[in-house]
Nanobody, 126 residues
């Protein structure tokens, strides 16, 4: 499956952005999808994940209550709605996917995802 992330940009602190991850090549509804981010000089950090039926979602503590992950399987797209953005949210955001057959757990582990998009830059100014 090929992933294309988009929607990044420059926003002031307290503002909002919505990222999109469009998938092609396979039946996207059979994949768990996650968002990760990497700030300058730091390692890759998990942000959120969603299982195909959207019945389960995962959020890291740093974004819980501010970000919302959702998906539209008919459009092969996963979204990350980011509200109340902070300067520390500045990073390149990546979407990733893994087959549903991998099971649950390890949503925060980048090594558990097989497919990655190219990343989209989010910059939050203070």
């Amino acid at each position: 499956v090929q992933l294309q992330a988009s929607g990044g940009g420059l926003v002031q602190a307290g503002g909002s952005l919505r990222l999109s991850c469009a998938a092609s090549g396979r039946t996207f509804s059979s994949y768990t999808t996650g968002w990760f981010r990497q700030a300058p000089g730091k390692g890759r950090e998990s942000v959120a994940a969603i299982r195909p039926n959207a019945g389960f979602t995962y959020y890291s503590d740093s974004v819980k209550g501010r970000f919302t992950i959702s998906r539209e399987n008919a459009k092969n797209t996963v979204y990350l709605q980011m509200n109340s953005l902070k300067p520390e949210d500045t990073a390149v955001y990546y979407c990733a996917a893994r087959p549903l057959t991998y099971g649950g757990g390890y949503y925060d582990r980048s090594v558990s995802y097989d497919y990655w998009g190219q990343g989209t830059l989010v910059t939050v100014s203070s």
